[in-house]
């Protein structure tokens, strides 16, 4: 059971490939960068560590300003694989916070978000997919990506369950302040 609990200690948020030509292809990237900026600010308020991916950010362009600009540090490992794990800056960073809890977010659901998944998986690490922080052009490659994690062994979740697992108890600060944000 344990793989399905978050707690702020424990804890990394990683946003996969939020850049400004892939943004451009989906959707529902309205919804999943609105969500992932409230995942970012209680991160920020809990001193979650987060860890921002790029893409061939030549071809793709940089991480979308919004999410740049909430950012507390904005230093984006650049990759050219798919799975983050393959790009050896990118597991060094994690294992580096000493975190067995990765809230997954980002772009594309069914390519580079699944093939980090379970590349963070087979590391042992526990992983939560926030299903309304992630996206594909096409929403039946969303949907096979999101059964193809939640059958690997990934947690697959949504913004407001993440914040309040992360946050534990109303009444605080840091409640008040996401409540707001989220109503």
């Known amino acids: 059971m344990g793989k399905f609990f978050l707690d702020k200690t424990n804890a990394a948020l990683v946003i996969i490939d939020i850049q400004d030509r892939l943004a451009a292809a989906m959707k529902v990237k309205n919804e999943v960068i609105k969500n992932c900026l409230h995942l970012i600010e209680l991160s920020k308020m809990l001193n979650i560590p987060i860890v921002v991916t790029e893409q061939y950010p030549k071809g793709l362009g940089r991480t979308l300003v919004e999410i740049k600009e909430q950012l507390p540090v904005y230093q984006p490992i650049e990759k050219l694989t798919f799975s983050c794990c ?5 597991l060094n ?9 990765i809230i997954l977010t980002g772009m ?3 390519i580079c978000v699944l093939q980090t998944c379970i590349g963070l998986l087979r590391e042992g690490f526990n992983v939560h997919i926030v299903r309304d922080a992630v996206c594909s052009r096409a929403k039946e490659n969303w949907k ?3 059964e ?12 407001e369950t993440v914040l309040f697992q992360l946050l534990k108890v109303a009444g605080t600060e840091e409640f008040k302040a996401i409540s707001k944000k989220i109503k």
């Not at 393959?86 to 990118?90: A, G």
């Not at 960073?93 to 809890?101: T, V």
């Not at 193809?148 to 913004?159: L, N, S, Y």
């Open 108 to 110: 594309e659901t069914h």
């Open 86 to 90: 393959e790009e050896p800056n990118f």
């Open 144 to 146: 096979t990506g999101i």
């Open 148 to 159: 193809f994690m939640r059958d690997a062994g990934a947690a697959i979740t949504c913004t």
């Open 93 to 101: 960073e994690i294992k580096k916070l000493d975190k067995m809890s």
